[in-house]
Nanobody, 114 residues
């Protein structure tokens, strides 16, 4: 069983920065594609950024140049550095691991005030 625990969310003013973290239990982290998703009420969960086991990254157009996804396989940890935050980045952010199936964390709230 894989458990994902996110942290680092909070309230920040527009233009500010936050760093989200996700710690994974279990032994599959190093061989899993990892992603950050976000969701606002009434809308579908959307992919923000993803990173392969060897470090190749992919970003949603809306966050390119502002967000950076990274991973530390030795610490079973995934990160999302979010800079130049905008009010439209407000959402619950979820950590996702994909290996044979999807695993999800409980989510962490990010609120960006204008």
């Amino acid at each position: 069983q894989v458990q994902l625990v996110e942290s680092g969310g909070g309230l920040v003013q527009a233009g500010g920065s936050l760093r989200l973290s996700c710690v994974a239990s279990g032994s599959i982290f190093r061989i899993s594609a990892m992603s950050w998703y976000r969701q606002v009420p009434g809308k579908q969960r959307e992919l923000v950024a993803s990173i392969t086991p060897i470090g190749s990254t992919n970003y949603a157009d809306s966050v390119k140049g502002r967000f950076t996804i990274s991973r530390d396989n030795a610490k079973n940890s995934l990160y999302l550095q979010m800079n130049s935050l905008k009010p439209e980045d407000t959402a619950v952010y979820y950590c996702n691991a994909n290996f044979l199936r999807n695993y999800w964390g409980q989510g962490t709230q990010v609120t960006v005030s204008s």
